[in-house]
Nanobody, 115 residues
């Protein structure tokens, strides 16, 4: 089992920045990819960004150039730096870890972009 705990969400004005963190614990060996997903009210959960153990990254088109995902393998952490935030970025952000055929989710952290 892998446990994921997110932190760093909150309320920010449009154009502002936030940094999300996700700490992985438990049976963390062989976690291949980690990433962030988000779910806005009334919408399906969607991919935001992923990073593999080799630090290859993938981003949703809507966040390219504004968000940066990074991974600290030594400390089992993954981060999401979010800049130039827009109201449409408002959502619950979930950390995800892929280990073999299994996927794990964190409990989510709320990000609200509003003036």
């Amino acid at each position: 089992q892998v446990q994921l705990v997110e932190s760093g969400g909150g309320l920010v004005q449009p154009g502002g920045s936030l940094r999300l963190s996700c700490a992985a614990s438990g049976s963390i060996l062989s976690i291949y990819a980690m990433g962030w997903y988000r779910q806005a009210p009334g919408k399906q959960r969607e991919l935001v960004a992923t990073v593999t153990i080799g630090r290859n990254t993938n981003y949703a088109d809507s966040v390219k150039g504004r968000f940066t995902i990074s991974r600290d393998n030594a400390n089992n952490m993954v981060y999401l730096q979010m800049n130039s935030l827009k109201p449409e970025d408002t959502a619950v952000y979930y950390c995800h870890a892929e280990q073999g055929l299994r996927g794990y989710w964190g409990q989510g952290t709320q990000v609200t972009v509003s003036s």
